[in-house]
């Protein structure tokens, strides 16, 4: 399925503008819901997105495949966590607040849960 370069960019607009409203200097989104809405893929690995500029793609597994199916502009290979770091930094720098989905549960919370 292909989702249109101009939905895909306008749901990152309207992502940024309720970020900047809020004080979110950035945002990484990992599950593969909101990576699909996002980029029109869901490659395993971190979109980072900063309130204003451009987001960044990380992916773990198939640069290809993710640059095949996302109209993203920046897509990069993800090879260690730390990567996802040093894109917050370059595209969001001095940012003091992060966003991170809310909505999933960890392994660890189902557990203690029961």
Same mark, same amino acid.
């Given at each position: 399925m292909y989702t249109a *370069?101009?939905?895909?960019? *306008?749901?990152?607009?309207?992502?940024?503008?309720?970020?900047a409203a809020t004080g979110l200097g950035a945002a990484i989104l990992v599950q593969?819901?909101?990576?699909?809405?996002?980029?029109?893929?869901?490659? *395993?690995?971190?979109?980072?997105?900063? *309130?204003?500029?451009?987001?960044?793609?990380?992916?773990?597994?198939?640069?290809?495949r993710a640059r095949l199916e996302s109209l993203l502009g920046s897509i990069r290979q993800q090879h260690a966590f730390a990567d996802v770091a040093a894109v917050l930094k370059e595209v969001a720098p001095g940012a003091k607040t992060v966003g991170l989905e809310l909505d999933m549960k960890t392994a660890s919370a189902v557990t203690e849960n029961r």
């Amino acid at each position: 399925m292909y989702t249109a *370069a101009r939905e895909i960019e *306008a749901r990152l607009t309207s992502l940024q503008e309720k970020m900047a409203a809020t004080g979110l200097g950035a945002a990484i989104l990992v599950q593969n819901t909101d990576l699909y809405y996002f980029t029109g893929s869901c490659q *395993a690995g971190h979109l980072v997105v900063p *309130a204003r500029g451009e987001p960044v793609y990380l992916v773990c597994k198939s640069l290809e495949r993710a640059r095949l199916e996302s109209l993203l502009g920046s897509i990069r290979q993800q090879h260690a966590f730390a990567d996802v770091a040093a894109v917050l930094k370059e595209v969001a720098p001095g940012a003091k607040t992060v966003g991170l989905e809310l909505d999933m549960k960890t392994a660890s919370a189902v557990t203690e849960n029961r």
